[in-house]
């Protein structure tokens, strides 16, 4: 496996990070949820001004994984209602099965360790099988279901996964 190397995203790198965002999910769900809900998603959550604010909140991080210069996925963390939170973990569909999400997880479980949460939650569409997959091979459980209105006709349709942290 290629060495992958994890820093801390600063604005300079939101535009990289909102392409990326645009072609991962394109491949991620195009077949799960519809077009227009994709464009709004992408356009709320990766504009330049989101991500900006994002990293300069103290209960935020963006992390990004890149190997041989080349970024090929993110992950990007909160605190939320008192839990620590991964809200978003995307690799590259050519980086994917090879140890890149695995790598961006261990990295922000140890800061959860290191802030000592005792669990991190994230969300994960129900329809996302191979996401499910992958996160329940890391240790997630299922916590919960959730439908969460998201506006402009749209719902997360997700499942609130946990993972204790040791």
Avoid at 10 to 25: F, N, T, V, Y
Avoid at 60 to 71: G, L, N, P, R, V
């Amino acid at each position: 496996m290629t060495n992958i190397e994890i820093r801390p995203a600063s604005p300079e790198d939101a535009l990289l990070i909102a392409r990326l965002a645009r072609e991962i999910w394109w491949h991620a769900y195009v077949d799960i949820i519809p077009h227009a809900q994709i464009e709004y998603m992408l356009a709320d959550r990766y504009a330049y001004a989101r991500l900006c604010d994002d990293m300069a909140d103290p209960e935020k991080w963006i992390d990004m994984a890149f190997a041989d210069e080349q970024c090929i996925g993110f992950a990007a963390c909160e605190i939320c209602a008192g839990e620590y939170k991964l809200d978003k973990l995307y690799v590259h569909p050519a980086w994917q099965q090879q140890g890149v999400g695995g790598a961006l997880i261990r990295h922000v479980t140890e800061r959860a360790r290191k802030l000592t949460y005792p669990g991190m939650t994230l969300a994960v569409n129900k329809h996302n099988e191979k996401a499910i997959a992958a996160y329940m091979k890391l240790g997630f459980t299922v916590r919960e279901a959730r439908e969460t209105d998201i506006g402009h006709g749209f719902v997360m349709d997700d499942y609130i996964l946990e993972l204790r942290i040791a």
